[in-house]
């Protein structure tokens, strides 16, 4: 067992956090009311300040608390978070995270920029906010101005300290409120033997005296309110007005007796102050004897407490942090264990020990039950990935001038962890395809009667054994006219070829296809729908495209739900034995004679639809003679459907799937092996590449029946 | 820290860094200056970070040692410990001395 990095931990945390607050922030640009969003940004920024300080972050710490700070005004609602507002806090975002990731990357001038802009927008109004204060200041409602403050009890959770809340800082908050007398109750200190350093055992009594709502103390335990018991109740009316407090913030007490309005307060001050602490023995006998019965506390939380503690374990046990490469080697192990199962049952099937066979299929059971259960595990909603898109819309949205809306679905679908990371990158290349090339300018919009605001959507759904993930836009569609040029031009086609426009459509992944008139940051190179095309295909999946002119684009990628076992086919060609991945076969149905005499055509008539076929004993040189009765695998990617014939089906299979060796890398209609029962290999035929090879069969067909 | 060992007394400076992130460290120190049969001083004027947790550990300190009637000395409060006191409303030397009896200043 390796130990733990506490910082590696931190860094892991913090990058959850980072893809919260970055959700929170853009959110907050389309739903700005949300104070769901604002406080969700601020709980995430306040572990990421409380966690940093404890793993000796100390710059991401003090960035943190001076971004919370300026951010303050968004939370207590006084200013909107504005388009502006919302870039720059995800700079800011971007910052903190390069402090925790790469620190030597960052520079401190960096730093203080982000702040000054942050400060310049959250400040904009200010001149005009106290005048708003002054005036709201005097109007609250009669009830509350009868009130002298509050007297809180505040009781925190052992653990809050290691979640990174730091007790003083909520103090400080409260104290921002007005003139407060923090005592702080030690009886819960324990003896050295009995202490865990890290809890928290600190109470504090604390008198406000404030005509403040309670809405306003909420505010300040925001945060940690599921974390601790705060007991609230009015402080009585006192003839003096509010004595002057024994501390403020840091050391700053002669200052504020400027603005504290009587001197008579002189005397009752010290009194109170001197008093408090004077009771402390007293108290520690007899805790709270004095406060908390008398009182008449707010204890809508109290209620609560147990039951908040239950839902905490529960969501404790719930979940737990692996290594994903531990998942990858629990993958490998069942994986050999599936082949060993294999083995047994085959060896089973021709012994006549009827003990053993009962074995080997309780086995099968059981390996079959372990392998979804890992395969469950390693499976990871695509709602993950989903999440880092919207800034790299809402980055190309701004850079580019077009209003984009990005809207996402099925967040919730789930795919293996392997295939959420392989994914990335296609979809970044389509979705930045989607807007510099899909959406139009807004004039452009304008000109089509369309709103000015262009609309992404990204959707995950399960087909089957499968995942579809679709990148859709409302943009002006494929130019089928241009790519045909453009096709012409590179010699991809002749002119005046008869091709249909998805015919057309497919140059677009051929390797360096641009049909972009400038070639700018984003897009244009000509690269990118080529790599995509191989990044899907070498997962084993397929990508089918799909427009209207004028009203959008939709990019379908097919995937399989993992990469590491699948349902096979299991098939025989001559002597060799061959794997189909079951999610591609659509049926099977027996070579007819009728579709033998039409050899040299190699189409066959399935309910009406001619479908082209493949003769796999021609493609695999197969020797000796064909089978009598010859077998035909419908396979189809997309809408593209392509008969393969075989002389067996032997069945469903188990497939652990091996890569190639590099040695094999060329050779393009197998995507890998898998081992059998009887220790052979298998090979896996690709799909896609048998599709492809089929079609273009058939064009040559075609081009040859022309001549 | 340093420890001087030649004379009855066993005492401890506590190191700068007295927060969360090394506190289990320091609590370790303060256990095993427990162990010795000896007068605790601990010097605190090298505390840079202090917070919740460095208070609780010298409150918990002081109130051990009462218990087993071996006054634990705490001495030379940094300014940096001072603020943190102050911030968690120990807000004037009365309440510290009440909370720590054995304090020291100066020396």
Known sequence: MSAIDPTEVFRQEASELFEVLEGALLDLGQRPDDRELVDSAFRALHTIKGSGAMFGFDKVASFTHEFETAFDRVRKGEIEPTQELISVALAAKDYIRALIEDPQSTDDVIGEAILDDLKRFVFSDQPAAPVAAIIEAPSPAPAERKQAGWHLYLEFESHILRNGSNPLDLLEDLCKLGPCFVVPVTDGIPFLDEMEPEDCYLKWDVKLHAACDKGAIDDVFMFVQDEMKLTLSPLEQVEAPAPAPLFQLLDEEPAADVETPAPVVETPAPVEAIAAPAEQPAAKTEPKSETKPETKPETKREAAPARREEARQDRGIATVRVQAERLDELMDRVGELVIAQARLTQLAASGSDLSIKVIAEEIERLASSLRDTTMGARMVPIGSLFGRFRRLVHDLSRDLSKPVDFVTSGEDTELDKTMIECLADPLVHLIRNAIDHGIEDTAARAVAGKTAQGRIELAAVHSGAQVLVTVKDNGGGLNTARIRAKAEEQGLITAGAVLTDHEIHQFLFHPGFSTAQTVSALSGRGVGMDVVKRTIENMRGSIDLSTRPGEGTTVTLRLPLTLAIIEGLLIRVGEGRYIIPLSAVEECVELTAEDERSRGRNFLNMRGNLVPFLRLREIMSSSGTPDQHQKTIIISTGETRVGLVADQIIGNHQTVIKSLSKLHSDVTIFSGATILGDGTAALILDVAQLVALAQSKVEKQHISEAA | ?107
């Open chain 2, 1 to 107: 820290m340093s420890s001087d060992v030649t004379e009855p007394r066993w005492s401890l400076r506590l190191p700068a860094d007295c927060s969360i992130a090394a506190i289990r460290s320091v609590y370790d120190l303060i256990r095993d200056a427990f162990g010795r049969q000896a007068r605790i001083e601990i010097d605190c004027s090298s505390v840079d970070k202090a917070d919740v947790t460095s208070i609780q550990l010298l409150l918990s300190t002081a109130k051990t040692g009462e218990a087993q009637g071996r006054p634990v000395v705490l001495k030379s409060f940094s300014q940096s410990l001072r603020n943190t006191l102050r911030r968690a409303g120990f807000a004037s030397e009365a309440m510290i001395d009440q909370h720590f009896p054995q304090k020291k200043d100066g020396t």
